[in-house]
């Protein structure tokens, strides 16, 4: 089966341009996820979404960042404008099971290589 | 809120040792967690998910443990190799969201 795909690789933008990135996940997959991982950190949740509907977004700098998944497959995330701060690794990952079924412990994910960001 | 911690943050051995890794966070709550490989460039693969319920789990020289009363969790790694030499990094789930810990770097020295 294929993987999460996820494009750029790298991206290097000046501060206060914007930059979009694409996710295509796992086919049937149900549930998508982007994380912000800086280096020397742990990802970090930006948004989940399942389906084509938001589970949660707590953690996305709204004033910036936006993302959407239409028609509950491909999904884009964008920045505008970017900020020295968000260099980092974005990346996407999928799960089979809707974000419901997560609590039966059983859910995997699958994540993408992830699209490297430098904003200079 | 959930925070997890991993420790040591890096670590380098010789070949052939057997190493432990830890992980702890602050929330007993969680329904399982996970430990993950990261190699330079490359997305996370899942190694082992622990349920709440289990002890410990097994994946051919790797086995990693939970206590969820302390709040901690091990991943040992059994006869080190070359090619274990990747960030590991471990997540508690909460639910519908896995909070992750920084990460170790292990390089294993030939």
């Known amino acids: 089966e294929a993987g999460v795909a996820q494009s750029p690789r790298y991206k290097i933008i000046e501060k206060r341009q914007s930059v979009a990135f694409w996710c295509n996940p796992i086919?049937?997959?149900?549930?998508l996820y982007w994380y912000q991982q800086i280096l020397g950190q742990g990802p970090k949740l930006l948004i989940q979404f399942q389906n084509n509907g938001v589970v949660d977004d707590s953690q996305l700098p709204k004033d910036r960042f936006s993302a959407e998944r239409l028609k509950g497959v491909d999904s884009t995330l964008k920045i505008q404008p970017a900020k020295l701060e968000d260099s980092a690794v974005y990346l996407c990952?999928?799960?089979?099971?809707?974000?419901?079924?997560?609590?039966?412990?059983?859910?995997?994910?699958?994540f993408g290589a992830g699209s490297r960001l430098t904003v200079l | 809120k959930q925070e997890v911690t991993q420790i040591p943050a890096a670590l380098s051995v010789p070949e052939g040792e057997n190493l432990v890794l830890n992980c702890s966070f602050t929330d007993s709550a969680i329904y399982n967690l996970q430990w993950f490989r990261q190699d330079p460039g490359k997305g996370l693969t899942s190694l082992l998910l622990i349920q709440s319920s289990q002890r410990e789990q097994t994946s051919g020289r790797l086995n990693a443990s939970l206590d969820k009363s302390s709040g901690r969790s091990t991943l040992y790694i059994a006869a080190s190799q070359p090619g274990d030499s990747a960030t590991y990094l471990c997540?508690?789930?909460?639910?519908?969201?896995?909070?992750f810990g920084g990460g170790t770097r292990l390089m294993v020295k030939p």
């Open positions: 997540a508690a789930n909460a639910g519908n969201m896995l909070t």
């Open positions: 086919s049937g997959h149900a549930t």
């Open positions: 990952a999928s799960s089979l099971l809707a974000s419901i079924e997560l609590y039966s412990g059983a859910n995997v994910l699958t």
